[in-house]
Structure formats: C-alpha cells, structure tokens
C-alpha cells in the first residue's frame, strides 16, 4: 500500500489567496483526519470524518478554512483567504476506524502564506 | 477535554544509553495511549501503542509502561541507535476517533 498520499507537499501563496490541500487516504481505510502542526502549538485536530461524513470540526480554527470529503478516497482541506499566521504543516491521517486501528499519517503539506 | 503534557521536551544521549520519556495526561476516561516518531520531513509514524487494560507493553528496544492511578504513560528506549535520533510524541484518547498529542521530544542520540 502507498500509504496516505498528501499533495502538494509544498505550498507558497500570497495572503488572501486561495489553498486547497488534498488528500488520498489509505484503501479501505474509513477515517480521516486533518492535523495542523505547528511550533507554538504542536499537533492540532482540525477535523474528522467518519465514512466521508465530518464528525467533529471543532478544532477548525475559523470559517476561512473547510474542509470536503466527497468520497471514501478523496478529502480536501480549502482555506480562503489565507492568511501568513495559516503557515504550518497540514497532515492528513486515516484509520480503519474500529477499537484496535491506530492512525497512519501521511508526509504533511508544508504551507507558508506570505 | 483531554490534556496531555510531555516532558522532557529535548533529550540527548549516548549511543547505546537508554532513553525515558514521559506523558501525563488529564481525562480518566482516556484508554489508549500511542507513541508516534517523527523523522524530519516525514509524518508522525506509530512505533507503538498501549491500552488502558495492560500495564506494560515491549517490542525489541522499545517499552511503553501505563499507570493508570497517577494517569501517566512513559516510553523507554534501550541500546539506543542514531536512527533512533527523532521528535516523539505521545497520545491520550478515549477512542482512536480523536487523538490528544503531546508536544513532543526531540531526542538526539549522538555516537
């Protein structure tokens, strides 16, 4: 298995512009994170899903970013209008979601918003 | 909510010496408790988990000890390698749904 697949690894953008991370979780896999880090803060949960539908997006920290899953191998987190304090590394991770089904990350995105 | 604190936020060791960090975390309903190492570059990578139903789990050099009474969880490293050189985190989490992560520990290994 390729592991989750996460795209683009590198990402720079000018503030107000559009960012959308994308997302391809492990086959067969029925959970899906989306993780900031971060120095300051560390490893964030921004939002999950479960079987594509979002179960928790607490931790999304405002309504400039969303976050999509249309379908069980496709997720996208958007944020509009970036802003330079969004500069972090996103990471997806999913799960096959059942008691004894740890979480596997993918490499992360990096985005800088100049 | 769950709050996990990790301590020590760097560690640097000999080749070979053993290395020990620490997790405390908050909610008593809390029964799984991941250790994640990250290389640079790369996203976290579970290297070894433990539940709130045994108090100690080994795999080769790594160890993972829980107590469930004072809520805190360490990991143990032996005969420690280069390789071993990386940024650790641990997690508390009444599911898997929704890990709580510590702040990590950078541990160097020099040789």
């Known amino acids: 298995d390729a592991g989750v697949i996460q795209s683009p690894r590198h990402e720079v953008t000018e503030m107000g512009q559009e960012v959308t991370l994308r997302c391809k979780p492990i086959?067969?896999?029925?959970?899906l994170f989306w993780y900031r880090q971060t120095m300051m803060r560390g490893l964030e949960l921004l939002i999950y899903?479960?079987?594509?539908?979002?179960?928790?997006d607490s931790g999304m920290p405002e309504d400039r970013f969303s976050a999509k899953m249309p379908n069980a191998s496709f997720s996208t987190l958007k944020i509009q209008p970036s802003e330079p304090r969004d500069s972090a590394v996103y990471f997806c991770a999913s799960s096959l979601r059942a008691s004894n089904s740890p979480l596997h990350f993918g490499n992360g995105t990096r985005l800088t918003v100049t | 909510g769950e709050n996990v604190e990790q301590h020590p936020s760097t560690l640097s060791v000999q080749e070979g010496d053993s290395a020990v960090i620490k997790c405390t975390y908050s909610d008593s309903a809390s029964n799984y408790f991941p250790w994640y190492k990250q290389e640079l570059g790369k996203g976290p990578q579970l290297i070894i988990d433990?539940?709130?139903?045994?108090g100690e789990k080994k795999d080769q050099r790594i160890a993972v000890t829980l107590n469930k009474t004072a809520k805190h969880f360490s990991l143990h490293i032996t005969e420690t390698q280069p390789e071993d050189s990386a940024v650790y985190f641990c997690a508390a989490s009444p599911n898997t749904d929704k890990l709580i992560f510590g702040t990590g520990t950078r541990l160097q290994v020099f040789p």
């Open positions: 899903f479960n079987n594509n539908v979002p179960i928790d």
């Open positions: 086959s067969g896999h029925n959970s």
């Open positions: 433990i539940r709130s139903n045994v």
